[in-house]
């Protein structure tokens, strides 16, 4: 409920109370703590998030000094740790206690947090942090944070994960919460100023020299991500997150020469890991050398076989070199231990219709929907899943389903057009190829690729094109 450092250290040594109770349990010995030592002790291992020891501390408490009023604070804490909210605030409003106490309102506040009841745990939190005259109390200003951030409003979590900065228990988070917000707010200028004054006060943060880096990934700016990532590793050459972060941008700008160069200079600091190592392998599958990527993701399975980034780097370089059936075998396996990631099914989607599995095929296009029914790409791959069993009539379902999700998507009005000139449906195509090119014109390219013989001799296609064309100069 509180932090170490903040109220507690004036009376107690934390760290003395915690050895001393530590060697009492390892050694079976009986040793004596007043109740205000054991709360100490039992927020200590809160903090630690060990459970089995919280409850030991609460249960000698209880046990030793059953009449003290601060054991009622101590059993909510021990009720709240193992998911008895309800429990624990009726415990709390029932006793005999001082509502002004800090303590007792930052167990208020928990739960009422645990609760779900988010103003209520605000109002609690800001009342500890008066009793403190608001000093020292970035802790608290972290716990107001999140109810904010809970209850969608915004603005007040930044407001208070800023005040909460020099008490965060994990900067690297902090900053990652403080940047979220600003994403939230479409803010991400403000975002890289303040970052900016984070890297003014204290220049050799690499953890503010990464959140810096990481606002220009939101905003789309790899090159300049990739400048502050550099900051970062300058100033600590075996930061592997640094390297990570910047063959990841490498590889999304297509500069595969540079992933391997930084690779390279991460093993001379022996900063590799198996993820940095898997962008290597990508960048040499990209650059077409297939046999090497191989050898590098074997070596990644060696260092951790529980990696899905290998595993789908083998499925790829397989799927490259058109060999579906064990391509499968290795993306399966993939999806298996990264259930959520898209990637691996699209691959997987293409890999079955390869080998004219194309209900295995539907299987993992009716995954993706269930992720995300707002992917424009999953109804047209379940379109051409359906146009590869010869069956029109569910290939137009499966974008006209889309459509009513994704109303006016070009994409899928092309390829909704295209079926209709399939089926010589001439109307019903012209009328949708022309909703296509109203809402985007340069999208015809690829419907006429999708049959360029038949398309392109088609006159009125071609009239109704050139007739936006010159809408369009």
């Not at 106490?101 to 779900?116: K, M, P, R, V």
């Not at 228990?169 to 990652?176: A, H, K, L, T, V």
Request: proline share 3%; charged share 30%; hydrophobic share 40%.
């Amino acid at each position: 409920m509180f932090d170490d450092d903040n109220f507690m250290d004036d009376d107690f040594d934390v760290k003395e109370l915690v050895n001393r109770f530590e060697k009492m349990v390892k050694q079976h010995q009986s040793c004596y703590f007043d109740a205000d030592e054991l709360n100490v002790i039992l927020e200590h291992y809160l903090q630690q998030n060990n459970i089995k020891k919280a409850n030991l501390a609460a249960d000698i408490a209880i046990n030793y000094h059953p009449n003290n009023p601060i054991i009622n604070i101590i059993k909510a804490k021990q009720l709240l740790a193992n998911s008895n909210a309800q429990e624990a605030l009726s415990t709390l409003k029932n006793a005999d206690l001082d509502r002004e106490d800090a303590d007792y309102l930052l167990t208020l506040g928990a739960c009422y947090s645990d609760l779900g009841e988010h103003q209520k745990a605000i109002k609690a939190y800001m009342k500890a942090a008066k009793s403190f005259d608001f000093k020292d109390c970035e802790d608290i200003y972290n716990f107001i944070a999140v109810e904010y951030e809970n209850l969608g409003e915004i603005e007040n979590a930044l407001k208070f994960f800023v005040l909460g900065i020099d008490k965060a228990e994990d900067i690297d988070n902090q900053y990652f919460e403080i940047r979220n917000c600003y994403s939230l707010l479409h803010n991400m200028d403000d975002a890289i100023a303040f970052f900016r004054k984070e890297i003014d006060k204290n220049p050799y943060s690499v953890s503010a020299w990464m959140a810096l880096g990481n606002c220009y990934v939101r905003i789309g700016d790899l090159t300049n991500a990739i400048e502050q990532f550099e900051y970062a590793i300058s100033i600590d050459p075996h930061y592997k997150k640094g390297y990570i972060d910047i063959a990841t941008a490498y590889n999304e700008l297509d500069k595969f020469k540079e992933t391997i160069e930084i690779v390279e200079e991460a093993k001379r600091y022996n900063a590799e890991s198996a993820l940095l190592l898997c962008l290597y392998g990508e960048a040499h599958a990209k650059l077409g050398n297939n046999e090497e990527a191989l050898k590098i993701y074997q070596k990644v399975l060696k260092m951790d076989d529980k990696i899905p980034e290998a595993y789908a780097g083998i499925g790829f370089v397989l799927s490259d070199e058109n060999n579906p059936h064990s391509a499968i075998k290795f993306l399966k396996h993939a999806h298996m231990l990264s259930p959520y990631n898209t990637d691996y099914m699209y691959v997987l989607i293409e890999e079955y219709n390869k080998i004219e599995e194309y209900d295995n095929a539907l299987k993992f296009v009716n995954e993706i929907l269930d992720l995300n029914p707002y992917d424009e790409n999953v109804y047209i791959s379940m379109m051409e899943c359906y146009v590869l069993k010869d069956d029109p009539d569910n290939a137009m379902e499966s974008l006209e389903r889309g459509l009513r999700i994704l109303p006016n998507n070009a994409p899928m009005l092309y390829r909704k057009a295209f079926l209709y000139f399939a089926q010589e449906k001439e109307e019903s195509g012209l009328l949708t190829l022309e909703m296509a090119l109203s809402s985007d014109y340069d999208g015809h390219i690829e419907f006429l690729n999708f049959d360029a013989e038949n398309l392109t001799s088609n006159p009125n296609i071609m009239d109704l094109i050139e007739e936006y064309r010159r809408k369009q100069s």
